[in-house]
């Protein structure tokens, strides 16, 4: 498994900073934006969480932008 210093994450998608943050402990990860405070959904690794928030899988990332949308709303 890769370690968080060894994946590259992308701006967010968001708001395009790239002030971000991985959440979680040995059991679950999250990637955080701290400044637009979107976040993907927990993950078993950090590598998982790395792929979402990269956009590896497309529905993914449209479900992440809903999330933000509503979160947004609030």
């Known amino acids: 498994m890769e370690s968080k210093k060894d994946i590259k994450l992308r701006p967010c998608p968001f708001c395009g900073s790239k002030d971000l943050e991985y959440l979680g402990n040995i059991f679950e990860s999250a990637i955080h934006c701290e400044s ?10 950090e590598e998982e969480a790395a792929q979402y928030w990269n ?20």
Request: charged content about 20%; overall charge positive; proline content about 3%.
């Open 55 to 74: 956009g590896k899988y497309k529905q993914a990332r449209n479900n992440l932008a809903a999330a933000w949308w509503e979160h947004a709303g609030t």
């Open 36 to 45: 637009c405070e979107i976040r993907t959904p927990w993950f078993n690794s």
